[in-house]
């Protein structure tokens, strides 16, 4: 039998450790940064940790200010895990948290702060965070307007898709970590899908395509689905 190499051993070993030691880990030398800061790490490390009892519930309770992981077999909360949001995410009085999880992808979360417009991806468990860049002068994200949805490539490469109505018009733009710049993506819609009759809802990711549900905000209204290929960067539209 091959003798497996030390890089493949301390692979499976650093798969296997706490969410929190990982961000730890990462100051140990640059060759541990790199191969736990790779996207190969980030889903093998994900995949081990979807079991039942590892899985955790983020709660944000607006009234008390507070964020509180659940435990997703016993729905109860974990004494002493309160979770503190690195960035700004309270309002003007600093009475109410005012941000809202949007999406999220291999343990990160895309959340907006619903004053400032800001998005951020963050990691609870490490506390890391990035602000996005907005890819407009005059404004970014806005609730009921707005979706976003979180992939990876082909090359690995983890991306923002962000979909932008104002005005009755329609703007696409793809963020890339690794480039760090935004770029558009053509979409073409009949123009009563984007007014504010309709809610867009945001990305959800499975087998290599990311689906938003749109449904028109009235009784009996009609309800639709846009499928974006993550390879292809093609869009599809599906009437349900």
């Not at 004053?115 to 609730?143: E, G, H, M, Q």
């Not at 898709?161 to 480039?179: F, G, K, M, P, Q």
């Not at 710049?181 to 990711?205: D, K, M, V």
């Amino acid at each position: 039998m091959a003798e497996l190499s030390t890089e493949m051993i301390l692979f499976g070993i650093l798969t296997r450790v706490p969410p929190k030691a990982v961000g730890r880990f990462k100051s140990v030398c640059k060759t541990w940064n790199a191969l736990l800061s790779g996207n190969a790490f980030v889903r093998e490390h994900c995949s081990r940790s979807a079991i039942p009892s590892n899985q955790k519930v983020l709660v944000i309770e607006h009234q008390t200010s507070s964020i509180h992981p659940i435990n997703f077999e016993t729905h109860d909360y974990e004494p002493g895990t309160s979770i503190t949001i690195p960035f700004d995410h309270r309002s003007y009085d600093n009475r109410f948290i005012v941000v809202s999880i949007l999406s999220h992808l291999n343990g990160l979360l895309c959340v907006c702060n619903k004053i400032t417009s800001d998005l951020f991806l963050w990691n609870p468990v490490t506390t890391a965070f990035k602000r996005l860049p907005p890819p407009y002068s005059n404004d970014f994200y806005k609730d009921n307007l707005d979706a976003v949805g979180l992939y990876t490539d082909t090359h690995d490469d983890f991306k923002v898709l962000y979909i932008r109505r104002r005005d009755d018009t329609l703007a696409v733009n793809v963020y890339s970590r690794s480039d760090e710049s935004w770029r558009n993506i053509p979409l073409a819609l009949p123009s009563e899908y984007l007014t504010t009759r309709f809610h867009w809802y945001s990305g959800t990711l499975c087998g290599g395509t990311l689906y938003f549900t749109i449904s028109e905000s009235v009784v009996g209204g009609s309800n639709f689905m846009i499928s974006f290929d993550v390879n292809s960067e093609q869009f599809h539209m599906t009437n349900f």
